[in-house]
């Protein structure tokens, strides 16, 4: 069965970091691209970023929103994607999804989804 | 590129047949997903590459458009599909999402 499991999440103050993990299983990690997409409460979902696979360069690509403070990184060794979050703000509280992407195919679509993991950025 | 959803809100009942539109503020040629969104459940992908139905998902669920238009139908609407549905466009970064479509009981 493939699956995404997201860990790290919690509270943390404004202005420091926290680093989310998505372990994945039942597929072969290294052939997918990986992505990040949160919902903070009562709003709508919102892209994070992207990391390609090592066959495509292992490229990233970020949203606006989040570029020169988010980090994603992968260690296909370990199946594991991560999401490095510096200089956090009130506005970055969000539910974090891990999820999956081809990055073989001509179309791209992400599938499945991890269970969110809560970040809470308060004082 | 920014995508639109109408209507925001759709109150409907069981069986009915209901339709979501997205529109993307430039051509996107066929990269657009949709998914449903549940409270406190992740994500679930319904359609790729804006008409093919992914694995598993019921075929009462449907989509169709390209370019800057497309559509999501429901033929019969079921008990478990009240729920959120947004649509992506996958064509070029950002992978923006649109602001959401609540399906809630009439």
């Known amino acids: 069965e493939v699956q995404l499991v997201e860990s790290g999440g919690g509270l943390v103050q404004p202005g420091r970091s926290l680093r989310l993990s998505c372990t994945a299983s039942?597929?072969?990690?290294?052939?997918?691209?990986m992505s990040w997409v949160r919902q903070a409460p009562g709003k709508g979902l919102e892209w994070v970023g992207f990391?390609?696979?090592?066959?495509?360069?292992?490229?990233?690509e970020y949203a606006a929103s989040v570029k020169g403070r988010f980090t994603i990184s992968r260690d296909d060794s370990k199946s594991i994607a991560s999401l490095q979050m510096n200089s956090l703000k009130t506005e970055d509280t969000a539910v974090y999804y891990c999820?999956?992407?081809?990055?073989?195919?001509?179309?791209?679509?992400?599938?499945?989804w991890g269970q969110g993991t809560l970040v809470t950025v308060s004082s | 590129i920014q995508l639109t959803q109408s209507p925001s809100l759709l109150s409907a009942s069981v069986g009915d047949r209901v339709t979501i539109t997205c529109r993307a503020s430039q051509g996107i040629s066929s990269y657009l997903a949709w998914y449903q969104k549940k409270p406190g459940k992740a994500p679930k992908l319904l359609i790729y590459?804006?008409?093919t139905l992914q694995s598993g998902v019921p075929s009462r669920f449907s989509g169709s458009g390209s370019g800057t238009e497309f559509t999501l139908t429901i033929s019969s609407l079921q008990p478990e599909d009240f729920a959120t549905y947004y649509c992506?466009?996958?064509?070029?970064?950002?992978?923006?999402f649109g602001p959401g479509t609540k399906v809630d009981i009439k």
């Open positions: 999820t999956r992407a081809p990055d073989y195919a001509d179309y791209v679509w992400f599938d499945p």
């Open positions: 039942g597929f072969t990690f290294g052939d997918y691209a």
């Open positions: 990391i390609r696979s090592k066959a495509y360069g292992g490229t990233t």
């Open positions: 590459a804006a008409s």
């Open positions: 992506q466009q996958l064509n070029s970064y950002p992978f923006t």
